[in-house]
């Protein structure tokens, strides 16, 4: 199977410079490892420089699988559910920018946290229809660029809004677009799914990413997640998109990288 792994652009923390010799560097050091590709985590994709990305993706011979795009709400507070339009709107404009950046490389823009969560003095309802809305209008621009989208249900804690396979099919159904699809990931679905294997079976051909992560969110292979059945499930259903390792950087990060990859081939991936 095809394995990816997450990098942080960390665009708003480093100079420019060091920004792009860091990020190279990383690239260079998954290509080492032998993952087949990388999900880069960006804030603002206006803060990047499109040449240098392909550039640097080229130079290691690594494509770009997925763009997750919750720093905009974690750092900026974008989100598809605040109750202040004028935000909304931002957030809208924001994933449209992710899309535009991502078309040249065929990568799958990620609906996570930048959804939001119901806000204090809003109807649940209202929530889920402005998440639909938004999540409509981005649906329909990066059709447009020939571009998949995917939302990722994400764990209680997070977000109220999509935290289980069923809830975020029930959204797929809602919108009906082929270019949205599901990410499932293995640290939320440990919390939220009563059975990881039947909601990975339930979301099918909609299942477009996913996320690996152990159960104490480490590499795969440091906590108690059942990877082989879960990669026998993925088999099973003929996943053809590619496993993205999204684990803390511990003990530190070239161990967390090596250990997943070296785990993930060891029970078959
Ligand atoms: C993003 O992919 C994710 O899994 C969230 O937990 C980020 O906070
Ligand atoms: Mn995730």
């Given at each position: 199977?095809?394995?990816?792994?997450?990098?942080?652009?960390?665009?708003?923390?480093?100079?420019?410079?060091?920004?792009?010799?860091?990020?190279?560097?990383?690239?260079?050091?998954m290509?080492?490892?032998?993952?087949?590709?990388?999900?880069?985590?960006?804030?603002?994709?206006?803060?990047?420089?499109?040449?240098?990305?392909?550039?640097?993706?080229?130079?290691?011979?690594?494509?770009?699988?997925?763009?997750?795009?919750?720093?905009?709400?974690?750092?900026?507070?974008?989100?598809f559910?605040?109750?202040?339009?004028?935000?909304?709107?931002?957030?809208?404009?924001?994933?449209?920018?992710q899309?535009?950046?991502?078309?040249?490389?065929?990568?799958?823009?990620?609906?996570?946290?930048?959804?939001?969560?119901?806000?204090?003095?809003?109807?649940?309802?209202?929530?889920?229809?402005?998440?639909?809305?938004?999540?409509?209008?981005?649906a329909?621009?990066?059709?447009?660029?020939?571009?998949?989208?995917?939302?990722?249900?994400?764990?209680?804690?997070?977000?109220?809004?999509?935290?289980?396979?069923?809830?975020?099919?029930?959204?797929?159904?809602?919108?009906?677009?082929?270019?949205?699809?599901?990410?499932?990931?293995?640290?939320?679905?440990?919390?939220?799914?009563?059975?990881?294997?039947?909601?990975?079976?339930?979301?099918?051909?909609?299942?477009?990413?996913?996320?690996?992560?152990?159960?104490?969110?480490?590499?795969?292979?440091?906590?108690?997640?059942?990877?082989?059945?879960?990669?026998?499930?993925?088999?099973?259903i003929?996943?053809?998109?590619?496993?993205?390792?999204?684990?803390?950087?511990?003990?530190?990060?070239?161990?967390?990288?090596?250990?997943?990859?070296?785990?993930l081939?060891?029970?078959?991936?």
């Amino acid at each position: 199977m095809r394995i990816s792994i997450v990098l942080s652009t960390h665009a708003t923390q480093f100079s420019a410079l060091a920004f792009q010799q860091d990020w190279a560097h990383n690239v260079g050091d998954m290509a080492a490892l032998g993952y087949d590709a990388v999900e880069l985590a960006i804030r603002d994709p206006n803060l990047l420089d499109q040449r240098t990305v392909t550039e640097v993706l080229s130079r290691y011979g690594l494509p770009l699988v997925a763009i997750g795009t919750g720093q905009a709400y974690s750092e900026e507070g974008l989100s598809f559910t605040h109750p202040d339009g004028v935000i909304r709107r931002r957030a809208l404009q924001r994933i449209k920018d992710q899309i535009t950046f991502a078309a040249p490389h065929s990568a799958i823009i990620i609906i996570g946290l930048i959804r939001g969560r119901t806000q204090p003095g809003v109807q649940r309802a209202q929530a889920w229809a402005w998440m639909r809305e938004t999540l409509s209008a981005c649906a329909n621009d990066a059709a447009r660029h020939g571009v998949r989208l995917v939302v990722e249900a994400i764990n209680r804690y997070e977000t109220d809004l999509v935290c289980t396979a069923a809830e975020g099919l029930t959204l797929l159904d809602e919108l009906s677009a082929d270019n949205v699809g599901l990410l499932l990931d293995t640290f939320h679905m440990n919390i939220e799914e009563a059975s990881i294997y039947d909601s990975i079976r339930q979301a099918g051909k909609r299942l477009f990413h996913f996320h690996v992560a152990d159960s104490n969110r480490w590499y795969p292979g440091a906590g108690h997640t059942d990877f082989p059945g879960i990669l026998a499930t993925l088999r099973e259903i003929g996943y053809d998109g590619y496993i993205s390792g999204e684990m803390m950087p511990l003990p530190d990060p070239m161990t967390a990288a090596r250990e997943m990859i070296r785990y993930l081939r060891q029970v078959g991936a």
